[in-house]
């Protein structure tokens, strides 16, 4: 079996493959101080819980944003007897880059290109709802060619709450009656919700109008589910699309 986890800034999502199949997922808080000792207590408990075996994973593969956690999951790596691989813009994931420096792009980033490829050939434009928002743009040749990245829902709500006196924080899963709020939380849900709806349409329609082919657009990510009623043009969620990345780039490996 296949152990994938991308680590984000906010979030560590972990995967558990048998052959090509996503048999278990998890989702846990990225801790930036944890220990080698601490991350195996997590991911131990979670298999125990889902009643799976630790000594049936033969493969890791590893995608992260948080580079100071990498010696951590090296020695949880070791402990498990295991040889990870962390993926970056050296490692074969089948896509070109083409940005003006291949060593900023984030290997969710690439993961999710080779994914969305995979799944829905090109050109796309993939947004990824995460602590920032980052939206990927692919040609039809499999390159990736770039995107834009802004602040993500959290981020906003969070400093809506800290850098304001009087504004509440305000839960946005519960949808305003109305685009015009007639109170502070609605006002503020309907600020966030259909806001951002709006610069997703709006940045789409920007990055679309570089392609000479019109891309579909795919939507990943913790928050996906909740903007892509609000924003237009988001055709297609994948909300694991990056651990399907990992299994395919990790298949990859096996085969090169």
């Keep these: 079996m296949l152990l994938a986890i991308d680590i984000g800034n906010s979030h560590t999502v972990i995967g558990l493959f048998d052959k090509d199949k996503l048999c278990h997922s998890w989702r846990i808080q990225t801790n930036r101080k944890a220990t080698a000792d601490e991350l195996s207590a997590s991911v ?5 819980l889902d009643q799976c075996q630790v000594g049936s994973v033969t493969g890791f593969i590893v995608s992260s944003v948080v580079p100071q956690l990498k010696t951590s999951w090296l020695g949880f790596a070791d402990k498990l007897d295991l040889v990870p ?3 970056d813009n050296t490692t074969d994931t089948g896509i070109k880059i083409l940005i003006d420096n291949p060593t900023e792009v984030g290997a969710d980033r690439l993961v999710n290109a080779a994914a969305g490829i995979n799944k829905h050939k090109g050109p796309l434009i993939i947004i990824d709802f995460g602590t920032a928002i980052t939206f990927d743009c692919v040609s039809d040749h499999g390159e990736y060619l770039g995107g834009a990245i802004t602040p993500g829902v959290a981020i906003s709500l969070e400093a809506l709450g800290k850098q304001t006196a009087k504004l509440p924080r305000v839960d946005i899963n519960v949808a305003p009656p109305r685009p015009i709020g007639t109170s502070t939380v609605s006002a503020i849900q309907s600020g966030i919700l259909y806001g951002y709806g709006g610069l997703v ?3 789409v329609n920007r990055l679309q109008s570089s392609f000479t082919t019109k891309p579909k657009v795919l939507a990943t990510g913790g928050m996906a589910q909740l903007i892509a009623p609000y924003a237009d043009t988001i055709e297609h969620l994948e909300p694991i699309l990056t651990l399907e990345g990992l299994y395919l780039i990790y298949e990859r490996s096996l085969h090169n």
Excluded: E, K, N, Y
């Excluded at 131990?44 to 125990?48: D, E, H, K």
């Design 201 to 203: 349409d709006r940045l």
């Design 85 to 87: 691989t962390f993926v």
């Design 44 to 48: 131990l408990s979670l298999f125990a």
